[in-house]
């Protein structure tokens, strides 16, 4: 091959890999673009959120009703809390039965021999 030949192969190969290039640059100039508009965007919620805590910090803190409670108060709590646990533990029976009953449902292929 000639001297011309190798000189056009490297023109072709230069220009190859600067094409490459500027793909790549262009890729990662998009997503620089889909980056930096998110940065923005958490920025303005970042913002927000430092004024929204900084109006919580400077409420007064108010002791909770509980603290002061009488005793009728705290036997209602304590019996409401009782039905709620014994609710909660009739749906877990429940869930659990129904659960079984779904396994049981399940055809079990039988062998042929």
Known sequence: MSTGGWVAIWVLLILAALVFYA????????KAKVVLR???TSAE????FTLALEDAQTEPFETSPALMATNEARATWRRTRRV??????KRK???RQETLQRWRE???PTSKT
């Open 93 to 95: 029976a429940l869930r």
């Open 38 to 40: 998110q940065a923005s």
């Open 45 to 48: 919620v970042f913002d927000a």
């Open 84 to 89: 709620n646990r014994v609710r909660r533990a």
């Open 23 to 30: 793909l790549i640059a262009l890729r990662l100039y998009r």
């Open 106 to 108: 399940i055809p079990i």
